[in-house]
């Protein structure tokens, strides 16, 4: 299994940033997969995560309403587009495999990516 994830960096507080993470070696379209992120001082936590099936997505509530998520199985691709970001929103973010998505939960993490890092400032 890899995950690689890509398009991390610099931004303005208000700016948008997207993520993308590059998944091979597992049934990509059939597993649950999600983004993690840990702040400095902080624990990892869960962002946005989307079921095997895709019926169901779990939002962390810092992100509701600024950050979406979406797959593209013909690519094997996850997003994470990331939009009116905030000094809080500063962390490593990881692309991961969840064992476990529900609409209030996300986690038991079966395989972690390389993260990239989103960095919030003026």
């Known amino acids: 299994v890899q995950l690689q994830a890509s398009g991390g960096g610099l931004v303005q507080p208000g700016g948008s940033l997207r993520l993308s993470c590059a998944a091979s070696g597992f049934t990509f379209g059939h597993s649950a997969i999600g983004w993690f992120r840990q702040a400095p001082g902080k624990e990892r936590e869960g962002v946005l995560c989307i079921s095997s099936s895709g019926g169901t997505t779990y939002y962390t509530d810092s992100v509701k309403g600024r950050f979406t998520i979406s797959r593209d199985s013909a690519k094997n691709t996850l997003t994470l587009q990331m939009n009116s970001l905030k000094p809080e929103d500063t962390a490593v973010y990881y692309c991961?495999?969840?064992?476990?998505?529900?609409?209030?939960?996300?986690?038991?993490?079966?395989?972690w990516g390389k993260g990239t890092q989103v960095t919030v400032s003026s």
């Open positions: 991961a495999i969840p064992g476990v998505v529900a609409t209030n939960a996300c986690y038991g993490v079966r395989y």
